[in-house]
């Protein structure tokens, strides 16, 4: 028996896995816990928050993806 073919199977679907960060994620200025993860064309940069609102304002222009979990800092 042949699959139904719908709609969705005809659209083209990206997915892009995000790496969550975890404690085991350590800022490259200061070694405290990561919460932002920095992807240059060079290579990636892992900053607590402090370093990432300090690093923040030169590597956002040429960041390709700026992935921020500083939220968590708030929750509970």
């Not at 300090?54 to 222009?61: F, S, T, V, W, Y």
Request: proline fraction near 3%.
């Amino acid at each position: 028996m042949a699959p139904l073919e719908t709609e969705e199977q005809d659209e083209q679907v990206t997915t892009t896995l995000v790496h969550q960060l975890t404690a085991a994620d350590r800022c490259d200025a200061c070694g405290a816990q990561a919460y932002v993860r920095a992807e240059l064309a060079t290579g990636e940069l892992l900053f607590c928050g402090h370093h990432a609102k300090e690093n923040e304002a030169k590597l956002r222009p040429i960041a390709i993806k700026w992935h921020d979990e500083s939220d968590k800092l708030l929750s509970k």
